[in-house]
């Protein structure tokens, strides 16, 4: 048997982080198995799902690596496939035509909770006992009038197709990472499978999909257990072979409450927006609910050699912003500079007028500045003394480092950098070194006014290397402003 497994998002929202690990799991599943990720769009909700969501989500998994390895199948193409199952469920015995009304399944629903509140409020045992009585037997899951063969109330009337659903008994799911759950046949409806519309439903249309793209693992969020033991009937009554099932539990905010928006729950491609990478972004969700011994980063080979349905936990995880940074720093410490170069220089806020030379700044001091920062707009703005432009501004420290004295000292070791014979950091600092020397002096009374006329008081590494990376006409030129 190939490994089947796939990401089936609805394109009515954006691809979040929710979904992203949902579609992260299942890759690597099928990764590890040698098997195939499938991406289907199931955007049958014609008036909700939108052109900009599904490009969101394609946009979200392409960033992240998680290429399907079979072009998104659009699950609004295939109606009439979805149409014709139902009726042969129907020809079957399986199905059958229902001709209760929204209206009268309505105002069923709201006789149930009338008759909840009488019996709330019911001054004697009798009258609650009977009432509650009443009022489950309404609000319990819908069986049709219709399922045993009740003629239609007219030749014209309009109908829905729904599922005959299990008669009575214990139904059981052996889930692979809940573990065995059963619930009783009396828990179950008769769901629809077509509307009055003809149109399938996504319980229809999520089985038969699955069944056509031969998918053998279905790995979902836990808010779909239930939909479980709606969906395998339809399976039995087609007569075609159950899938696996995975549900896992959900990712919850750092206070324990489901996910939201103030917690983090955005657009997967936001966080690209927010400077993290996709490999950090891949091996931080890996690890919401699912663990391999004390291993706290990997790659994605490692991540598929190591996946197993086994490692993932039954309670939600928690999003925790500062391990994302902790895993996001690590990642771009990892990366080869030539890629983090690349990934890095949109997020300057002066990327489309960055010069030649600024450009080869930002390459030369890559290699020591990569760690201040742990995500890709905080790295650019440690870059910023090598970005800004002359005459520089000073801040309140700088000003004060650049006193009469401070400046009579620049003056003396002007012409020694501008003379110097090589313009690496090992000559720079010997320079300096010599000079303060020559002049009795200590590195920290030259140091400082010569970091505060080359960055204006803005955060740097070592004095040497700043030079170095400046080049030596825009070092001596930041000098020569200070003290002509």
């Not at 996504?202 to 031969?214: I, K, R, S, T």
């Not at 927010?274 to 490692?302: C, I, K, V």
């Not at 939600?316 to 220089?345: H, Q, S």
């Not at 890709?376 to 650049?402: G, V």
Request: charged share 25%.
């Amino acid at each position: 048997m190939t490994v089947i497994t796939r990401f089936a998002p609805s394109p009515t929202g954006m691809l979040h982080i929710g979904g992203a690990r949902t579609a992260l799991f299942n890759y690597l599943f099928a990764k590890k198995h040698n098997g195939k990720f499938l991406l289907r769009i199931e955007d049958t909700d014609i008036a909700r799902s939108t052109d900009a969501a599904k490009q969101a989500i394609l946009d979200g998994m392409s960033w992240l690596g998680l290429t399907p390895d079979e072009p998104p199948m659009l699950q609004s193409t295939r109606i009439d496939r979805h149409r014709a199952c139902a009726e042969e469920m129907l020809a079957k015995g399986a199905a059958f035509k229902c001709y209760a009304t929204q209206d009268e399944l309505q105002k069923r629903r709201e006789e149930g909770e009338a008759a909840r509140n009488a019996a709330k409020a019911a001054d004697n045992e009798d009258s609650r006992t009977a009432l509650l009585a009443e009022a489950n037997a309404l609000l319990a899951p819908f069986r049709s009038p219709w399922r045993d063969g009740a003629p239609a109330p007219s030749a014209d009337a309009s109908y829905t197709v729904r599922l005959r659903a299990p008669d009575d008994g214990e139904r059981i799911l052996n889930d692979s990472v809940q573990g065995r759950i059963q619930i009783q046949a009396t828990e179950l409806d008769d769901l629809i499978l077509l509307r009055a519309d003809g149109t399938p439903t996504y319980m229809l249309a999520v089985v038969v999909d699955d069944h056509d793209m031969g998918v053998t693992h279905i790995i979902r969020g836990d808010d779909h257990l239930r939909n479980a033991f709606r969906q395998i009937p339809i399976y039995e009554a087609l007569g075609w072979d159950i899938p696996d099932f995975s549900h896992v539990p959900l990712i919850h905010g750092p206070d324990g409450a489901k996910l939201s928006k103030r917690h983090g729950a955005l657009s997967t491609v936001a966080y690209r927006d927010m400077g993290y990478l996709p490999e950090a972004m891949n091996a931080y969700l890996l690890r919401l609910g699912w663990s391999h011994g004390d291993q706290e980063m990997f790659t994605m080979a490692e991540a598929i050699d190591a996946f197993s349905l086994i490692g993932i936990g039954k309670s939600p995880a928690r999003m925790d912003f500062a391990k994302l940074g902790t895993v996001n720093a690590y990642f771009m410490r990892d990366a080869a500079e030539t890629r983090l170069m690349d990934e890095l220089i949109p997020f300057f806020a002066s990327e489309s007028t960055l010069t030649d030379e600024q450009r080869r700044r930002i390459r030369a001091a890559l290699p020591t500045l990569k760690d201040r920062g742990e995500t890709l707009i905080e790295l650019a703005e440690a870059f910023s003394f090598l970005l800004i432009q002359r005459p520089i501004t000073l801040n309140k420290k700088a000003r004060k480092s650049l006193s009469v004295e401070g400046l009579d000292r620049l003056r003396g070791l002007r012409d020694l950098l501008h003379n110097a014979n090589d313009w690496d950091s090992d000559c720079i600092a010997n320079v300096i070194q010599s000079y303060c020397t020559a002049q009795d002096l200590s590195m920290g009374q030259v140091g400082q006014p010569l970091r505060a006329a080359l960055t204006g008081g803005l955060p740097a590494p070592d004095i040497a290397p700043v030079l170095e990376w400046l080049g030596r006409d825009e070092a001596v030129g930041r000098i020569d402003d200070q003290i002509t």
